[in-house]
């Protein structure tokens, strides 16, 4: 991951932050960007194996199965682990490829869903989710079941934050890849086709925390030309 984030806004505020699907890829690249910026991370995952890898990327361990627990175990869980207040949450879990339309129900929808309601039982009222690019839009079917129920349990997940009182973001990147992080990114609606680097879905979700100008707003991000806290300053408009 680059550093080239550094120089965006506020820094000082210490925040308390949840990332729900730490041990993931865009979690861990979270977790460390937020550590690295002097924020608490509550890294929420699913097995116990997984613990040193969530410590390493530089968060407290939260242990949590989003489909065999329950919202209220789950904002439990947060609290000890917080031992005071909570300021984000952000929700990055996914079934994943090869895993089949039950599992996009209950981890893509339901978990979302499980982490909306432990985000206010908990007190938390910041809410940031990882969605992709289109899911807005119609599911049409397309043949291909599993991506037609994952595309479906996006759209039903973003909808259902979309209609919360929380303060929510919704980032959709598009095609993931696994390249460095450039901090340079394209925000804005419709945006089409094109890949986003999990390091920049970071960069541009730890920003965002930062920037109220992202609250209550969905937004696609592709890699792009223009410095994320500059990007994301620009939706303001
Ligand atoms: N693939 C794409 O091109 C694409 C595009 C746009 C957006 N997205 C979205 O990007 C997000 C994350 O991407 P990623 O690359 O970081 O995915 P990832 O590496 O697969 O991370 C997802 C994490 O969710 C966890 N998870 C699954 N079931 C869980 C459960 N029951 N309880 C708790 N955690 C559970 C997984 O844990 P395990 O490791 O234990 O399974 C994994 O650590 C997802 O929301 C995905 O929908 C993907």
Do not use: C
């Not at 550094?6 to 550590?35: C, F, N, W």
């Not at 390249?179 to 609606?189: E, H, I």
Request: cysteine-free; glycine content about 12%.
């Amino acid at each position: 991951m680059t550093r080239t984030s550094i120089d965006s806004q506020d820094h000082r505020t210490r925040r308390v932050v949840a990332v729900v699907g730490a041990h993931g890829k865009i979690g861990q690249l979270l977790t460390s960007e937020l550590a690295r910026r002097g924020h608490l991370v509550l890294g929420v995952h699913r097995k116990p194996e997984q613990a040193d890898a969530v410590r390493g990327a530089g968060a407290t361990s939260v242990l949590h199965d989003l489909e065999a627990g329950t919202a209220i175990d789950l904002a439990e869980a947060l609290r000890v682990a917080a031992d005071g207040d909570i300021d984000a949450l952000v929700f990055t879990a996914g079934a994943g490829p090869g895993s089949g339309p039950a599992r996009k129900a209950t981890v893509d929808l339901g978990g979302s869903v499980q982490s909306i309601e432990a985000a206010r039982r908990a007190g938390v009222t910041r809410f940031v989710q990882v969605s992709f690019i289109g899911a807005d839009r119609e599911a049409a079917p397309t043949g291909d079941e599993s991506w037609d129920a994952y595309h479906r349990a996006k759209r039903d997940a973003d909808a259902l934050l979309r209609d919360t009182e929380l303060d929510w973001t919704i980032v959709r990147p598009g095609s993931l890849t696994d390249d460095d992080a450039t901090g340079r990114v394209r925000v804005g609606q419709d945006l089409g086709r094109g890949s986003t680097s999990r390091g920049n879905v970071a960069l541009v979700i730890a920003e965002a925390l930062e920037q109220p100008a992202t609250v209550r707003r969905a937004f696609d991000v592709l890699d792009g030309e223009t410095s994320v806290a500059e990007a994301l300053a620009g939706l303001a408009g």
